[in-house]
Nanobody, 114 residues
Framework: QVQLVESGGGSVQAGGSLRLSCAASGRPFRINVMGWYRQAPGKQRELVAIIGIGGSTNYADSVKGRFTISRDNAKNTVYLQMNNLKPEDTAVYYC????????WGQGTQVTVSS
């Protein structure tokens, strides 16, 4: 069974930074795509950023230039560096892995105050 464990959420003022981490554990595997999604209260879950096993990335327009996704394949870990955070970034952030088979983390809260 594959488990995704997120860490690094918290509360920060606008303009601040946070770094999220997500480590995958379980049976040996090769993760094709890892990524981050978020869900704000009353809204649908949306893509934030994804990264392929070769390092190709894709970002939501709202976070381009502020967020950076990276991964360590040896550790099966994905990171999300979030800079210049805005109140509209407030959401629960979920880690996602496509192995194949799709897996989700439990979510970590990010709160940005103005």
């Amino acid at each position: 069974q594959v488990q995704l464990v997120e860490s690094g959420g918290g509360s920060v003022q606008a303009g601040g930074s946070l770094r999220l981490s997500c480590a995958a554990s379980g049976r040996p595997f090769r993760i094709n795509v890892m990524g981050w999604y978020r869900q704000a209260p009353g809204k649908q879950r949306e893509l934030v950023a994804i990264i392929g096993i070769g390092g190709s990335t894709n970002y939501a327009d709202s976070v381009k230039g502020r967020f950076t996704i990276s991964r360590d394949n040896a550790k099966n870990t994905v990171y999300l560096q979030m800079n210049n955070l805005k109140p509209e970034d407030t959401a629960v952030y979920y880690c996602n892995a496509q192995i194949p088979g799709e897996y989700w983390g439990q979510g970590t809260q990010v709160t940005v105050s103005s």
